[in-house]
């Protein structure tokens, strides 16, 4: 069974930063591309990263520079190392694997199993 837990969200002040990890059972995460997204209470979810299985990596133009996507095969686990937060940041992030056509996708179809999500919190 695939399971995809994330954490790492929390509350942080504006500027800072945050890591969030994503760790895999089930599936061997160096086999698949692997996204984030994000979602508000209300709105859809929302493409954030993705890095393929070869390490290339896509991001939205509202996090460009200041989210990195890495990953640790050895882990079984993704990273989104989150700098330069701002109050627009503040949702829920999930993960999920990419079984789709080619490399990857910014859309949510196409990707596989989704974990339970990590809030988010940018507050003074």
């Known amino acids: 069974q695939v399971r995809l837990v994330e954490s790492g969200g929390g509350l942080v002040q504006p500027g800072g930063s945050l890591r969030l990890s994503c760790a895999a059972s089930?599936?061997?995460?160096?086999?698949?591309?692997m996204g984030w997204f994000r979602q508000a209470a209300g709105n859809e979810r929302e493409f954030v990263s993705v890095?393929?299985?070869?390490?290339?990596?896509d991001y939205a133009d509202s996090v460009k520079g200041r989210f990195t996507i890495s990953r640790d095969n050895a882990k079984n686990t993704r990273f989104l190392q989150k700098n330069s937060l701002h109050a627009e940041d503040t949702v829920v992030y999930y993960c999920?694997?990419?079984?789709?056509?080619?490399?990857?996708?910014?859309?949510?179809?196409?990707?596989?199993?989704w974990g339970q999500g990590t809030r988010v919190t940018i507050s003074t």
């Open positions: 999920a694997e990419y079984r789709g056509p080619g490399r990857f996708s910014r859309r949510p179809i196409g990707f596989g199993t």
């Open positions: 089930g599936l061997s995460v160096s086999n698949f591309a």
């Open positions: 890095i393929s299985r070869l390490g290339s990596t």
